[in-house]
């Protein structure tokens, strides 16, 4: 909380901190790998799961839909590989993709995207450089615009800077594209798989109000 500044970091990420991190990672990895399991192997999970809440691919592609929600339906977008911004550009990664849209396939997408975050958490602590960590704000006022990955998907994000200090900001969460996708998944089903619909999607309720 309150680390990131305009310019880059308020406090910069110590060698033992990078070591909480690195062991914290790592006891993830052991702890999920069970849970994985569990859930491959019980029947009446996939029964729930399976041919559940489909989203096609081709409404996927319509919306733009982002994140593990699209990537569940056939639609290959990450921000991270597309626009190949730092640190992503040196990093090694895969990006997970599946074609049935049910909530067992972003469940598994989601499941791969943990595996491929904790091996991310570990390059990045590999290659963290040494150097300031924070970059002078040049004097009068500028403006920007990214798109950067986040859990749920690409999030837009612009800024107006103006003596140092941020003038204007807005942010656009994957959670726009997302809810009316959702609609579409439920229905056919039974009322009761609604929530496992709803949660396999997890969107933003704030997200949107941004």
Not at 51 to 58: H, N
Not at 96 to 102: F, K, S
Not at 169 to 196: K, M, T, V, Y
Request: glycine share 10%; net charge negative; charged share 25%.
């Amino acid at each position: 909380m309150d680390r990131i500044v305009p310019g880059g970091l308020d406090v910069d990420l110590s060698r033992k901190g990078a070591e909480i991190i690195r062991d914290l990672a790592d006891e993830i990895g052991r702890r999920f790998q069970p849970l994985v399991a569990l859930y491959d192997r019980t029947a009446s999970l996939q029964d729930r799961t399976v041919a559940t809440g489909i989203l096609k691919p081709e409404l996927a592609a319509r919306f733009g839909a982002g994140g593990f929600v699209g990537r569940a339906s056939g639609r290959a977008f990450d921000a991270r590989r597309e626009l190949g911004y730092a640190p992503y550009d040196a990093l090694h990664f895969d990006v997970p993709v599946r074609n049935e849209g049910d909530v067992n396939a972003r469940i598994w997408v989601r499941i791969i995207e943990i595996t491929q975050s904790l091996r991310l958490i570990g390059q990045i602590l590999d290659r963290s450089p040494d150097g300031p960590i924070e970059a002078s704000i040049p004097e009068g006022a500028g403006e920007g615009l990214a798109l950067v990955e986040g859990f749920r998907g690409d999030i837009l994000a612009y800024a107006r800077v103006a003596s140092g200090r941020i003038e204007r900001c807005h942010l656009r969460d994957p959670s726009w594209f997302q809810w009316p996708l959702l609609e579409a998944a439920i229905e056919g089903n039974i009322i009761a798989d609604f929530p496992l619909c709803n949660k396999s999607f997890n969107c933003s309720y704030s997200g949107v109000d941004l």
